[in-house]
């Protein structure tokens, strides 16, 4: 089946810093890609979508300034989470949706603690 | 807006119990309804999805049936084993193509014992 890499599974940084997180879909091509934050005991919340070639879209009460989006090609997509705080801390999830099965997949997360 | 709303977990069951774990809908259109199945350790994996009214989706014996008129879509397994023993997510998208978003319920753990 399809598979989606996230790298790193784990970040630790100090507050201030800036983390980027990337997103890979390792044999098919995705157009669309879709970056989620989910909190313990939460369910996944929707951050934004990534098309590549072109600009975010950001969900209502997502900074899109804080979290940069770059969908440079049509298997990677990367987060950065700039001058991160501890309050960033959380599992970061991405999906990658694949035309030819009409299915998203979903990378195995990014957990990032920011001290 | 959309939501999904499903039970709380965790839900711990023996093997070879029967298993549902409930999940209803709030959507403005006529959305596609999936289930999404999570390891330990793992990312989130289709487990089987619906995309009208009535449709049923299958896989892995887990079952769930379109139900527009209580807009449900509860998933059933006859016979659970312990590797089932996962997170399992419920989802609506309003669109029919993986460039559409999920909304997602919050999940409900499953823990099956020997």
């Known amino acids: 089946g399809a598979v989606v890499s996230q790298h790193p599974s784990r970040v630790i940084c100090k507050s201030g810093t800036s983390v980027k997180i990337e997103c890979r879909s390792l044999?098919?091509?995705?157009?669309?890609m879709f970056w989620y934050r989910q909190f313990p005991k939460q369910s996944l919340m929707l951050m934004a979508t990534?098309?590549?070639?072109?600009?975010?879209?950001?969900e209502q009460g997502v900074e899109k300034d804080k979290f940069l989006i770059n969908h440079a090609s049509l298997t990677l997509s990367t987060l950065t989470v700039t001058s991160a705080h501890p309050e960033d801390s959380s599992f970061y999830i991405c999906?990658?949706?694949?035309?030819?099965?009409?299915?998203?997949?979903f990378g195995p997360g990014t957990r990032l603690t920011v001290l | 807006g959309d939501s999904v709303t499903q039970m709380e977990g965790p839900v711990t069951l023996s093997e070879e119990a029967f298993l549902t774990i409930n999940c209803t809908y709030t959507?403005?259109?006529?959305?596609?309804l999936f289930w999404y199945v999570q390891y330990p350790g793992e990312g989130l994996q289709l487990l089987l999805k619906?995309?009208?009214?009535?449709d049923k989706g299958s896989n892995k014996g887990f079952e769930a049936t379109y139900r527009k008129e209580t807009t449900s879509f509860h998933l059933e397994k006859g016979s659970v084993q312990v590797s089932d023993s996962a997170v399992y997510f419920c989802?609506?998208?309003?669109?029919?193509?993986?460039?559409?978003?999920?909304?997602f319920g919050t999940g409900t753990r499953l823990a099956v014992r020997p």
């Open positions: 999906s990658a949706g694949s035309a030819s099965t009409d299915t998203q997949y």
């Open positions: 044999d098919f091509q995705a157009t669309t």
């Open positions: 990534s098309n590549e070639g072109s600009k975010a879209t950001y």
């Open positions: 959507a403005t259109g006529y959305p596609s």
């Open positions: 619906a995309t009208k009214a009535d």
């Open positions: 989802a609506l998208s309003e669109g029919k193509s993986s460039g559409d978003k999920l909304t």
